[in-house]
Nanobody
């Protein structure tokens, strides 16, 4: 059974950095695209960044381009989201999810294309 576990969230000051991890169990990560999504209170869940199964395709929401970097280490069954220059508007619960066999994530980094959601990790950006 596919399972994803997020970690690395916390409280950080504006301008600070965090690295989130999404670790898989129950399956090998190699054939799966992984997406990072977030949901702020009162808002819909939105796509933040996705990475294709081979790692050669990435996609970022406009709001995080230039600040966030997604990467994957299949040997560790983990996908990372490095978040720099954090802003209060980045505050949300961050989730990761998987999609089998998706090589290119262009125009595909949306909740409807992904499943096997993790439980989420809270990120709070505040002074």
């Amino acid at each position: 059974q596919l399972q994803l576990v997020e970690s690395g969230g916390g409280l950080v000051q504006p301008g600070g950095s965090l690295r989130l991890s999404c670790t898989a169990s129950g399956f090998t990560l190699d054939s799966y695209a992984i997406g990072w999504f977030r949901q702020a209170p009162g808002k819909e869940r939105e796509g933040v960044s996705c990475i294709g199964s081979s790692g050669g395709s990435t996609n970022y929401a406009d709001s995080v381009k230039g600040r966030f970097t997604i990467s994957r280490d299949n040997t560790k069954k983990t996908v990372y989201l490095q978040m720099n220059s954090l802003k209060p508007e980045d505050t949300a619960v961050y989730y990761c999810a998987a999609r089998w066999g998706l090589v290119s994530v262009q125009a595909m980094c949306a909740t409807k294309y992904f499943g096997s959601w993790g439980q989420g990790t809270q990120v709070t950006v505040s002074s």
